[in-house]
Nanobody
Framework: QVQLVESGGGLVQAGGSLRLSCAAS????????LGWFRQAPGKQREFVAG????????SYADSVKGRFTISRDGAKNTVYLQMNSLKPEDTAIYYC????????????????????WGQGTQVTVSS
């Protein structure tokens, strides 16, 4: 079983950048896939980005393509979400989640495929 802890959230002005981190502990072999999801007040949780176990494939929601980049550092057991050109609509609690190694980009957006979730980190973008 893997445990996940997110960090790096905060308050930023529109157009700014933040980098979120998701540190894994426990079963830290790199074969699990990692996804970032977010949930804004009054809205359903939505997929943001995902990366496969060895980091060879990534997937992004259309709303963040070209602005967000997901990456992983196997040596540090950490996955990052670099967020640039932030918009007020990016305001949400961001969660990372671990799923099985067989996840591929088409299935990464399905939250039911992930077994372990972090506690979330708040991102607030002011206009």
């Amino acid at each position: 079983q893997v445990q996940l802890v997110e960090s790096g959230g905060g308050l930023v002005q529109a157009g700014g950048s933040l980098r979120l981190s998701c540190a894994a502990s426990g079963r830290t072999d790199s074969r699990y896939s990692l996804g970032w999801f977010r949930q804004a007040p009054g809205k359903q949780r939505e997929f943001v980005a995902g990366i496969t176990g060895l980091g060879r494939s990534t997937s992004y929601a259309d709303s963040v393509k070209g602005r967000f980049t997901i990456s992983r550092d196997g040596a540090k057991n950490t996955v990052y979400l670099q967020m640039n050109s932030l918009k007020p609509e990016d305001t949400a609690i961001y969660y990372c989640a671990a799923g099985p190694s067989f996840l591929t980009p088409p299935s990464m957006g399905n939250s039911r495929m992930y077994q372990t979730w972090g506690q979330g980190t708040q991102v607030t973008v002011s206009s």
